[in-house]
């Protein structure tokens, strides 16, 4: 086994700390690292290069930036974000731009590499701190959506249960014995509380 790796990341002391690092641990290779994320699209494309460790709060494009457009040009090549931004929007944002894991840069020398390992093998590390972000995000997410549907009155939640299972507006209006006028009401005033656009919205707020 030989990972090859790249490090892209502004800081010097923590740019060499990490190859100094990596160079230590057999079947590790750190084949490049650059200062800023400019640098990296100019040359990366170019090598072969199994994980690239990618700050954030880089000069110029930010590492979220460079990670998406690198991306769609190695597809191949696993992206970890190795950060000391933890909050949740920076996380979900890198995330959602193509990287595979996120580890803060607290995170120890061994578990750098075990982080580095798991992603090469198919994995998705994330720092203690940082999965934690994770689950209590869905959670809370969970828990908007929760509230979203107790504004519902009875009568809009049979309307909403009736459509997640397939019915026509005239079905459903039979069912509650009402007209179907009254049930594209019924249906409108649920997009409006749920703030949604579509059944297939309102639907997956209430199974949520």
């Known amino acids: 086994m030989n990972i090859r790796i790249a490090i892209v990341e ?26 800023n994320a400019e640098e ?24 979220i930036s460079l990670i998406e ?8 090549t ?16 890198a995330l959602k731009a193509g990287a595979a894991g996120y580890i803060s840069k607290t995170t120890t020398s061994e578990k750098i590499i075990q982080a580095i390992y798991e992603l ?3 994995g998705s590390p994330m720092s203690s701190q940082i999965a934690r972000k994770v689950v ?19 009568r809009e939640l049979e309307v909403l249960d009736f459509l997640s299972k397939g019915y026509r507006y005239k079905e459903i209006g039979d069912k ?14 649920i997009y409006k509380k749920l703030q949604v656009n579509s059944a297939i919205e309102a639907i997956n707020l209430m199974k949520g």
């Open 120 to 122: 090469y093998h198919g």
């Open 78 to 93: 696993q992206f970890m974000v190795c950060s000391s931004l933890e909050d949740s929007n920076h996380i979900f944002s």
């Open 69 to 76: 457009q690198l991306k769609a040009s190695m597809p191949r």
């Open 176 to 189: 509650l014995c009402i007209s179907v006028e009254t049930v594209r009401k019924h249906i409108n005033n």
């Open 10 to 35: 502004d800081e010097t002391d923590t740019r060499e700390l990490l190859v100094n690092l990596i160079s230590g641990y057999e079947g590790y290779s750190c084949v490049s690292a650059y200062r």
């Open 136 to 154: 209590a995000s869905f959670q809370e997410q969970k828990s908007v959506k929760y509230e979203s549907c107790k504004d519902l009155t009875k």
């Open 40 to 63: 990296a699209l100019k040359n990366l494309p170019l090598i072969e290069v199994d994980v690239v460790l990618v700050d954030i709060h880089l000069p110029g494009r930010s590492g």
